[in-house]
C-alpha cells in the first residue's frame, strides 16, 4: 500500500515564474492538506481539500492555489513566485472524521 | 493568535537517558493534540494523538505523551533514548470549531542522542 506520494522532488524556479505541485494521497484517504515548511520551522498549513473543495485555508495570499480531482489526488499552484516561497512543501492525507494526518516526503521547491 | 511552543530547541542526551520534550498550546477551548518525528532524511510520521479519555496517551517506539489540561500542555517522554530516536520532533493541534483539520506545529524539538 503506497502512503502519500509527491512529485516532483525538487525544484529551481525563477522569481515571477509559475509552479504546480502534486500529491496522491494514501489509499482510502479521501482529504489533502498542503503545507510549507522553511528551514528550521515547523510546517505551516496552507488549505485543505475535501470533495473537491477548499474546506479551510491557512493565512497564504491568493498567489497559493489548490484543486482536488475527483480521484482524490491534489495540486499546488503557486503563481508570482517570490524568493521567500523556497521551501519544503508537503502534503498530507486523512479519511474524514479521523485524526492523524499521513504526511509525503515532500517537494523542494527553490525560487532564485 | 493559537500558537503551539515548544520550549526545547535543541536537546542532547546520552543512549539510557530518559526524555521529556515540552509542548505548551495558547487555545483555551478543547483541542486536538499530536507528536510528529521527522527522522534524518525521511518524512514526517505520527507518533501519537490525543482526543479525549485517558490523558497519558501510548504511542509508537516507546514513546508516550500526557495531556495536562489546566497546564495546556502535551508533553512527550521516553523512559530510555536510543540512538534511533535522534531526530525533529514536532508538537501540533488542531483547534476545534474549524470547518477542516488543519494542524497548526510548534517549530520543533532537535533530539540528539549520542552512543
Known amino acids: 500500500d503506497a502512503g502519500v506520494t509527491q512529485s516532483p522532488t525538487h525544484l529551481i524556479k525563477t522569481r515571477g515564474q509559475q509552479v504546480t505541485l502534486r500529491c496522491s494521497p494514501k489509499s482510502g484517504h479521501d482529504t489533502v492538506s498542503w503545507y510549507q515548511q522553511a528551514l528550521g520551522q515547523g510546517p505551516q498549513f496552507i488549505f485543505q481539500?475535501?470533495?473537491?473543495?477548499?474546506?479551510q485555508r491557512g493565512n497564504f495570499p491568493d498567489r497559493f492555489s489548490g484543486h482536488q480531482f475527483p480521484n482524490y489526488s491534489s495540486e499546488l499552484n503557486v503563481n508570482a513566485l517570490l524568493l521567500g516561497d523556497s521551501a519544503l512543501y508537503l502534503c498530507?492525507?486523512?479519511?474524514?472524521?479521523?485524526?492523524?494526518?499521513?504526511f509525503g516526503p515532500g517537494t523542494r521547491l527553490t525560487v532564485t | 493568535a493559537q500558537s503551539v511552543s515548544q520550549h526545547n530547541h535543541h536537546v542532547i542526551l546520552s543512549e539510557a537517558a530518559s526524555l521529556e520534550l515540552g509542548c505548551n498550546y495558547s487555545y483555551g477551548g478543547t483541542v486536538n493534540l499530536f507528536w510528529y518525528v521527522q527522522y534524518p532524511g525521511q518524512h514526517l510520521q505520527l507518533l501519537l494523538k490525543y482526543f479525549s479519555g485517558d490523558p497519558l496517551v501510548k504511542g509508537i517506539k516507546g514513546f508516550e505523551a500526557e495531556f495536562i489540561k489546566s497546564k495546556f500542555s502535551f508533553n512527550l517522554r521516553k523512559p530510555s533514548v536510543q540512538w534511533s530516536d535522534t531526530a525533529e520532533y514536532f508538537c501540533a493541534v488542531i483547534l476545534p470549531n474549524q470547518a477542516g483539520t488543519a494542524l497548526i506545529f510548534g517549530k520543533g524539538t532537535t533530539l540528539s542522542v549520542s552512543s
Open positions: 481539500y475535501y470533495e473537491e473543495e477548499e474546506r
Open positions: 498530507a492525507s486523512s479519511a474524514q472524521g479521523t485524526g492523524g494526518q499521513y
